[in-house]
C-alpha cells in the first residue's frame, strides 16, 4: 500500500494537518510502515489535484497557518477501492539484519557488541510500543488493536529468537582482519 492511499485511511477519520499525519504514522502503524514529511507534503499535494482531498488554511496569530486536509467522497471511495486490492508479500528493510549478515567480518568483541546492540534496541522498541499501546488502546478498535498486539508479538519473538542464537553465534570464529 502507498503513502497517499494511508494518508486517505487516516483522513478517513478526521481532519489532519500535516503535522498530524506524520504523527498518525509515528504513533500508530510506525512499526510497520512509516513515512517522512518529504513523503506525505508530496502525496497531500497529489492527492489535492486528483480531487482526493481539499485543505482549508486556519489563520492563527502568533504563529504559522494551519492547513487542514479533509478527504472527499472520491478520496473514501479510492481508499475504499485500495484496501480491496490483493495483499502483497511484505517487504523487509532491516539495517540491523544487514550488519548480522556480515557480522562474521567483525572480532569477537565487535559481534558481541552488534549483538548486544540489536538486543537493547528491540528491548527498548518493545518498551515503547507498549508504552504508546497502554496510553492509546481506549481509543483502538479490534483491527488496530490486532494490528499493536502483533507488533508488540513481533518484538517479543525476536528477542527472544535473538536471545536463543546470540550465545551460539558468538562461539563461531570471526574472519580475521
Known amino acids: 500500500?502507498?503513502?497517499?492511499?494511508?494518508?486517505?485511511?487516516?483522513?478517513?477519520?478526521?481532519?489532519?494537518?500535516?503535522?498530524?499525519?506524520k504523527q498518525a504514522f509515528t504513533n500508530s502503524i510506525g512499526f510497520f510502515y512509516d513515512a517522512s514529511f518529504g513523503a506525505i507534503y508530496p502525496a497531500l499535494r497529489k492527492l489535492e489535484e486528483e480531487g482526493f482531498v481539499t485543505k482549508q488554511e486556519i489563520i492563527q496569530s502568533g504563529k504559522p497557518n494551519k492547513i487542514l486536509y479533509r478527504i472527499t467522497e472520491a478520496g473514501k471511495q479510492s481508499?475504499?477501492?485500495?484496501?480491496?486490492?490483493?495483499?502483497?508479500?511484505?517487504?523487509?528493510?532491516?539495517?540491523?539484519?544487514?550488519?548480522?549478515?556480515?557480522?562474521?567480518?567483525?572480532?569477537?568483541?565487535?559481534?558481541?557488541?552488534?549483538?548486544?546492540?540489536?538486543?537493547?534496541?528491540?528491548?527498548?522498541?518493545?518498551?515503547?510500543?507498549?508504552?504508546s499501546y497502554k496510553k492509546l488502546e481506549v481509543n483502538f478498535d479490534e483491527y488496530q488493536r490486532f494490528c499493536w498486539e502483533y507488533t508488540i508479538h513481533h518484538l517479543e519473538s525476536t528477542i527472544s529468537f535473538m536471545e536463543q542464537k546470540m550465545t551460539s553465534l558468538l562461539k563461531q570464529p570471526a574472519y580475521s582482519v
Open 79 to 131: 481508499f475504499r477501492q485500495e484496501i480491496q486490492t490483493p495483499i502483497l508479500p511484505p517487504v523487509l528493510r532491516s539495517d540491523m539484519l544487514v550488519k548480522i549478515f556480515f557480522g562474521k567480518s567483525r572480532t569477537i568483541d565487535e559481534q558481541k557488541d552488534l549483538l548486544e546492540g540489536c538486543l537493547d534496541t528491540q528491548r527498548q522498541l518493545l518498551q515503547q510500543s507498549k508504552d
Open 1 to 21: 500500500m502507498d503513502v497517499k492511499t494511508i494518508i486517505l485511511g487516516f483522513l478517513s477519520y478526521g481532519e489532519m494537518s500535516g503535522y498530524d499525519i
